[in-house]
């Protein structure tokens, strides 16, 4: 059980839950009252073992929920030669995007993606250039739909909604470079 005592996570949940008081201690007030909407229950209890933010604290039971929040606290860690190119309405919107960068994931998400995007009544996300990443469709629908959200959000919305939907088109590593 995951969750006993003799599990080999549990010498590390203290250490993980002070390391995560002092992450989530950065987060900015909106980001704060962010994470206290209902919306971002969903992500409680969704197992996040393998997340490259939280991967030291793999064996610690690390939810999305937590991932999220410890996402957005990084975007505190940037340096300044970072830092000092964003205006402070990108800055927010770096670290709400990061917050609600995962909203969509369910258990299994990444294994149900194909299955969900393939089903004939599923939205085409492939013309988004989302491919078969169902999840990614559904944290934009939940961050436009999602009323406490927008309204917690305000000015921030739009933009954290086009940071969510913004469809990389580099190409992969090895593939050749044929931006038109």
């Known amino acids: 059980d995951r969750h006993s005592c003799e599990h080999p996570a549990g010498p590390l949940r203290d250490r993980f839950q002070l390391a995560m008081q002092e992450h989530f201690a950065k987060l900015t007030p909106r980001a704060r009252r962010i994470s206290d909407l209902p919306i971002m229950a969903l992500l409680r209890g969704v197992p996040n073992s393998a997340a490259a933010m939280t991967r030291f604290y793999a064996q610690a039971d690390v939810?999305?929920?937590?991932?999220?929040?410890h996402t957005a606290a990084k975007v505190h860690d940037l340096g300044p030669d970072v830092r000092d190119q964003l205006s402070k309405h990108e800055y927010e919107v770096l670290e709400c995007a990061a917050l609600l960068h995962d909203l969509g994931h369910r258990l299994g998400s990444h294994a149900l993606d194909r299955v969900?995007?393939?089903?004939?009544?599923a939205p085409d996300i492939d013309s988004f250039g989302w491919g078969d990443e169902f999840h990614e469709f559904h944290t934009a629908m939940l961050v436009a739909r999602d009323s406490r959200l927008r309204e917690e959000l305000g000015p921030l919305h739009a933009d954290v909604l086009a940071v969510l939907t913004h469809f990389d088109k580099r190409?992969?590593?090895?593939?050749k470079a044929s931006f038109v």
């Open 171 to 175: 190409p992969e590593i090895g593939e």
């Open 116 to 121: 969900l995007a393939a089903h004939p009544a």
């Open 63 to 69: 939810d999305r929920e937590c991932h999220s929040k």
